[in-house]
T-cell receptor
Framework: AQSVTQLGSHVSVSEGALVLLRCNYS??????LFWYVQYPNQGLQLLLK??????LVKGINGFEAEFKKSETSFHLTKPSAHMSDAAEYFC????????????FGKGTTLSVSS | NAGVTQTPKFRVLKTGQSMTLLCAQD?????MYWYRQDPGMGLRLIHY???????AKGEVPDGYNVSRLKKQNFLLGLESAAPSQTSVYFC????????????FGQGTRLTVV
């Protein structure tokens, strides 16, 4: 069964520092992979997704993620953190065949200090 | 442009009471989902539907029932609420294929006392 593991429930960075949020997936074949962001008291918003094209995926707000099949990873990065990036981030996976659901990791809370 | 709308946004129930959460989407999406979000647990899938008239169990289906009588609506029912069902509930919808992005509602905060 598909699953995702997010390493680190809480990540703290300084403003301007590199952001790295880790996600590993478990799937028999390369799945669809997603990163979502949730700001306080709001729903989830898609940051980026990997479907099958380029392994380096660029998303909104300067975020990007690289799909590495050999490492079964899909880590999220941003070169320079802003205060506004403080939020909870979720990695999610969906198998490619029809009829399967979207499964989320437990989330990583990103704190950004000035 | 409503997207995914959840009703109600807040609710307090007494143990043993029943209620129905309504999710409506106006994007003609095939797939619809119900998740619950609890601190430290991420989003856990309760039930989902891959089309009108179909439903399937997710990771935590016990104590919940769902129905998808119309394509645009997905209802989540609690027949006899328990304090363990205190949570924030999110509905989402997506297309069938093509690396489906899921669109989320704003959530329903449910407290069972």
């Amino acid at each position: 069964a598909q699953s995702v593991t997010q390493l680190g429930s809480h990540v703290s960075v300084s403003e301007g520092a590199l952001v790295l949020l880790r996600c590993n997936y478990s799937s028999s074949v390369p799945p669809y992979l997603f990163w979502y962001v949730q700001y306080p008291n709001q729903g989830l918003q898609l940051l980026l997704k990997y479907t099958s094209a380029a392994t380096l995926v660029k998303g909104i707000n300067g975020f990007e993620a690289e799909f590495k099949k050999s490492e079964t990873s899909f880590h999220l990065t941003k070169p320079s953190a802003h205060m506004s990036d403080a939020a909870e981030y979720f990695c999610a996976v969906s198998e490619r065949q029809a009829g399967t659901a979207l499964i989320f990791g437990k989330g990583t809370t990103l704190s950004v200090s000035s | 442009n409503a997207g995914v709308t959840q009703t109600p946004k807040f609710r307090v129930l007494k143990t043993g009471q029943s209620m129905t959460l309504l999710c409506a989407q106006d994007m003609n999406h095939e797939y619809m989902y119900w998740y619950r979000q609890d601190p430290g647990m991420g989003l856990r899938l309760i039930h989902y539907s891959v089309g009108e008239g179909t439903t399937a169990k997710g990771e935590v289906p016990d104590g919940y029932n769902v129905s998808r009588l119309k394509k645009q609506n997905f209802l989540l029912g609690l027949e006899s609420a328990a304090p363990s069902q205190t949570s924030v509930y999110f509905c989402a919808s997506s297309t069938r294929t093509g690396g489906p992005e899921a669109f989320f509602g704003q959530g329903t905060r449910l407290t069972v006392v």
